[in-house]
C-alpha cells in the first residue's frame, strides 16, 4: 500500500505561481515514476507532468510546458510541482499519482488550485 499527500494548493491571481507538494509513504520501494494530472469541473481529468524515479527525466503536457516544473526529492520520497504564470484555465483540482510501466494504482486525494482572472 502507498499513500500520497498533497499540499500546497490555493487561491492565486493569474500570473502568480504555487508549488504543490506530494508525499509518499508506505511501499515506495518500488516507485517506478510519479505524475501530476488535473481535473477542471465538468471535464475529464488530465494528464500534466511525469518524473521518472530514477534518472529524473521528465515530460510535460503541452498546455504547461515552460511555466510548470516537476521535481523530486528522494530523501524526502516527494515530488513537487513548480507552478508559474499561472493562468484561469490552470483551475482544477491538483492529483499526485505513483506509477508502474503499466498504469497509475496510486492516487492521492486531490489538492484544489483557483486562479482568479
Known amino acids: 500500500q502507498v499513500q500520497l499527500v498533497e499540499s500546497g494548493g490555493g487561491l492565486v491571481q493569474a500570473g502568480g505561481s504555487l508549488r504543490l507538494s506530494c508525499a509518499a509513504s508506505g511501499r515506495t520501494f518500488s516507485t517506478y515514476r510519479m505524475a501530476w494530472f488535473r481535473q477542471a469541473p465538468g471535464k475529464e481529468r488530465e494528464f500534466v507532468a511525469r518524473?521518472?524515479?530514477?534518472?529524473?527525466?521528465?515530460y510535460y503536457a503541452d498546455a504547461v510546458k515552460g511555466r510548470f516544473t516537476i521535481s523530486r526529492d528522494y530523501t524526502k520520497n516527494t515530488v513537487y510541482l513548480q507552478m508559474n504564470s499561472l493562468k484561469p484555465e490552470d483551475t482544477a483540482v491538483y492529483y499526485c499519482?505513483?506509477?508502474?510501466?503499466?498504469?497509475?494504482?496510486?492516487w492521492g486525494q486531490g489538492t484544489q488550485v483557483t486562479v482568479s482572472s
Open positions: 499519482a505513483l506509477g508502474t510501466p503499466g498504469g497509475w494504482p496510486s
Open positions: 518524473i521518472m524515479w530514477n534518472g529524473g527525466s521528465t
